[in-house]
Nanobody, 127 residues
């Protein structure tokens, strides 16, 4: 059974850093595009970043460009989201999701294209 589990969330001060992990089980992550999404209270879910199976293609939301970096270690079946220079507006539940590659899933980066989701991890940025 395909499962994704996020970890690494927590409470951090503005300007701080966190690294989220998305561990997969029950399937080989190599063949899937992995996306990170987030949802803050009272707001719609938004795409944060996604990465192709090989790691050669990525996409980032404008709000996180230059601050967040997505990467993957297929040997560990894990995808990471390094978050630096965190802001209070980054506070949200962060989810990772897997989608089968179909062009142009990386470019369009729509939640509807990702069929398997983890339970989420809370990130709170506050002083």
């Amino acid at each position: 059974q395909l499962q994704l589990v996020e970890s690494g969330g927590g409470l951090v001060q503005p300007g701080g850093s966190l690294r989220l992990s998305c561990a997969a089980s029950g399937f080989n992550l190599d063949y899937y595009v992995i996306g990170w999404f987030r949802q803050a209270p009272g707001k719609e879910r938004e795409g944060v970043s996604c990465i192709s199976g090989s790691g050669g293609s990525t996409n980032y939301a404008d709000s996180v460009k230059g601050r967040f970096t997505i990467s993957r270690d297929n040997a560990k079946n894990t995808v990471y989201l390094q978050m630096n220079s965190l802001k209070p507006e980054d506070t949200a539940v962060y989810y990772c999701a897997a989608g089968a590659y179909r062009y142009p899933i990386i470019t369009t980066f729509r939640a509807a294209d990702f069929g398997s989701w983890g339970p989420g991890t809370q990130v709170t940025v506050s002083s």
